[in-house]
């Protein structure tokens, strides 16, 4: 083999399996998959591994493979043999996939970051500086004997290697662009299993009474009580929670009713649902609208309000103008995707409303402009203007009042999809990824980003509300608090290492002008 790439390991440690966990979780990767792969083992060294190629000869196929290489080198410096390493375990057909997904037996390492540089390509002839990595491995400690205490390995010399990977793997997998607060919930609902709280060591059952189904939405009334909707369940519908020591009571005592939005406006609380409109005052139902009273459709699945108080009632039929006076305007016809699942209304009145296929935005003058694209999670709109657009192809976009193209938000990339947006209060942007990772927004910058760190998995994250400076997240697994005092000592606390999440952080982001 040519010595035309050069790569040094250094070792940083070796940890149990919580604290190898932690540090995952702190780089930003997926903790119900990290945690059901870090399960594998009791410990793990956990290595920094820098390469860099100048010929690309083929001789490897991809990152993957580079990095077993060097993972084998470094086996081999720490006492092991060759045949001991995944680099043989991979030449002799044991590794079935060279994304890392092996077997029981065979599970050598987690990819927990990675940093990867494209070069520039010289004469294919005389090779040339082509693409360099800097990767960090988690493997199993009993792998690699002896390699505690080692602060370093020898630099490995291989043959070369093709273009390790593309700019998307890169974006997906490289160093986070903030510090990442590690936080822990104290309050989370779960559907069948109950009502639990944290007590700083585990979750204590407060009460099993709690609503069936999957959450779709929560609001809060004028007096502060809580409610859920609840979808999909044998007794779906709304719910409300008066205290965290009290057991939920059912609203809505009728035939089962799939929970889809809710709204507090006009002293009232409204709650769509998929057999209409309801009009709650004071926990009693008031009216009931459908589309004999002039609804676009039966199944309501998303609310907001317009500046003159005029409610958005989107249906799965299209949407309706409720005013405070006079009738309703329903519009079937022009929009985009005519169920209308989410709707965000900016402060200048224009509405943006979205399905499955794209959006369609509704300008204050009534006209309809249809843009065609994937699904949209989210609406967000913004106190400058701008409405923030979350879809679920793994990009974030802003448009600017008016406008039906704007501008995507690379910055929101390292981080995954965005799945649910709000404002506050005080007027900070908070969002939840699909992961489960928060992110708080402050002056076109990331503030802060916490990950929780005390429950299994947030994955399947769908909204994020903000109240009384609690945050809460509705997941596929239920609902939990994080209150404003856990996010405070999490931020005083500073990030969970320097060396882990570095300092270049703080990463604005703006509409281009373009």
């Known amino acids: ?12 440690g070796t ?22 792969f870090l399960q594998r083992a009791d410990r793990w060294a956990e290595f920094e591994i820098s390469a860099f190629t100048t010929h690309p000869d083929g001789r490897c196929g991809s990152s993957e493979e580079l990095l077993l290489r060097l993972l084998a080198d470094a086996m081999v410096e720490a006492g092991a ?43 294919e002839s ?57 936080v822990q919930a104290n309050t989370w609902f779960k559907r069948r299993e109950g009502l639990k709280t944290w007590d700083g060591a585990a979750w204590q059952l407060v009460t099993a009474d709690v609503p069936d189904g999957t959450t779709a939405d929560m609001a809060w009334d004028d007096a502060g009580d809580l409610y859920v909707a609840t979808r999909w369940g044998a007794k779906a519908g709304l719910y409300r929670l008066t205290d965290e020591g009290m057991p939920y009571v059912e609203v809505i005592k009728k035939k089962t009713v799939n929970g889809e939005a809710l709204l507090n406006t006009r002293g009232a609380l409204w709650f769509g649902t998929d057999k209409g409109l309801f009009e709650l005052v004071g926990g009693e139902v ?16 998303a609310l907001d309000l317009l500046p003159d108080g005029t409610m958005v009632v989107g249906t799965a039929g299209g949407f309706t103008l409720l ?14 995707d005519k169920s209308v699942k989410t709707l965000g209304v900016s402060a200048g009145g224009t509405v943006c409303l979205a399905g ?87 002056a076109g910058q990331i503030a802060d980003a916490f990950q929780l760190t005390n ?24 609902i939990h608090r994080i209150p404003r005092a856990a996010l405070d000592e999490a931020r005083s606390r500073g990030a969970d290492s320097r060396e882990v999440v570095g300092e270049d952080h703080l990463k604005p982001f703006q509409l281009s002008e373009e």
Not at 384 to 407: C, F, H, K, M, P
Not at 411 to 437: H, I, N
Not at 455 to 478: P, T
């Open 356 to 442: 499955y296929n794209g959006f369609t935005i509704r300008s204050p003058d009534g006209s309809l402009t249809k843009r065609s694209g994937a699904e949209v999670y989210d609406i967000v709109p913004l106190a400058d203007g701008t409405t923030l657009i979350a879809s679920n192809v793994e990009y974030t976009e802003l448009i600017a009042e008016g406008r039906i193209y704007g501008a995507m938000v690379r910055v929101f990339e390292a981080y995954d999809s965005v799945a649910g947006g709000c404002v506050d209060g005080e007027g900070v942007l908070w969002l939840v990824t699909w992961p489960g990772l928060i992110l708080r927004i402050e």
């Open 126 to 182: 005389a090779g040339g500086e082509d693409d360099a990595v800097r990767a960090v491995v988690l493997c199993p400690a009993h792998l690699v004997p002896g390699v505690e205490g080692e602060r370093s390995f020898t630099s490995a010399s291989w043959g070369g290697a093709l273009r390790l990977d593309d700019e998307g793997r890169s974006h997906r997998n490289q160093r986070k662009n903030c510090r990442v607060h590690l």
């Open 455 to 478: 429950v299994v998995d947030v994955g399947a994250a769908s909204a994020i509300h903000v109240h009384d400076g609690d945050v809460w997240i509705i997941a596929e697994e239920g």
């Open 323 to 336: 005013p405070t006076e006079g009738e309703p305007e329903t519009v079937k016809k022009g929009l985009q």
């Open 81 to 123: 043999t060759y045949q001991d390493t995944p680099l043989d375990r991979h030449y002799e057909g044991q590794l079935w996939d060279m994304s890392f997904k092996v077997d029981h037996e065979t599970n050598i390492l987690w990819l927990a970051e990675l940093d990867y540089t494209p070069g520039e390509p010289v004469d």
């Open 1 to 12: 083999m040519s010595d035309m790439l050069s790569a040094s390991i250094v070792h940083h």
């Open 15 to 36: 940890f149990d399996t919580p604290e190898a966990l932690r540090r995952c979780l702190a780089r930003g990767n997926n903790a119900s998959s990290a945690t059901d």
């Open 286 to 301: 008031r009216e009931k609208l459908t589309t004999r009273q002039g609804l676009a459709g039966n199944k309501v699945q």
